[in-house]
């Protein structure tokens, strides 16, 4: 029974870890985005809300559906039939078009609030963070491997 709690506690620990790591992120692509897009107080107090709620549709649209595809991947492609992988073609397909039909809804929304050169930027901007985010992770990385 101290065993179940032990592995309850440190199983809890670390999902909490994961959500702090999970917030900090979130909380430095707000203040990337705010800062390249120049929004303003106004802007900013509408734009927020309907990004955000994107971005939940977003996560939840590709949690839900590449889950699958990933595990099937990690049964293996040898083992994978033609069937199964026009399957996860098509699944596949089925986010990508999930995330341009959002992307319509969002900036349609969004032109309302902000200019069409700041919807632009926003794409640019989202791009450029992953890309900084993914250089940091692969400098620490190479840190922890020295």
Do not use: C
């Not at 098509?90 to 039909?101: T, Y």
């Amino acid at each position: 029974m101290k065993k179940l709690a032990i592995l309850f506690f440190l199983l809890a620990a670390t999902l909490q870890a994961q959500d702090k790591k999970h917030e900090k992120i979130r909380a430095l692509k707000a203040a990337y985005i705010t800062e390249k897009l120049a929004l303003t107080s106004a802007e900013a107090e509408k734009f927020w809300p309907i990004y955000n709620r994107y971005q939940e549709k977003f996560h939840a649209l590709r949690k839900k559906e590449r889950n699958e595809i990933f595990q099937k991947l990690r049964d293996g492609l040898d083992n994978l039939t033609d069937a199964e992988a026009n399957e996860l073609i098509d699944k596949n397909l089925s986010i990508e078009s999930g995330e341009l039909e959002l992307r319509k809804q969002m900036t349609a929304e969004l032109r309302n609030v902000i200019s069409p050169k700041k919807i632009i930027i926003l794409k640019k901007t989202e791009n450029d963070f992953k890309r900084e985010l993914l250089g940091r992770y692969r400098h620490n990385q190479e840190k922890r491997k020295e």
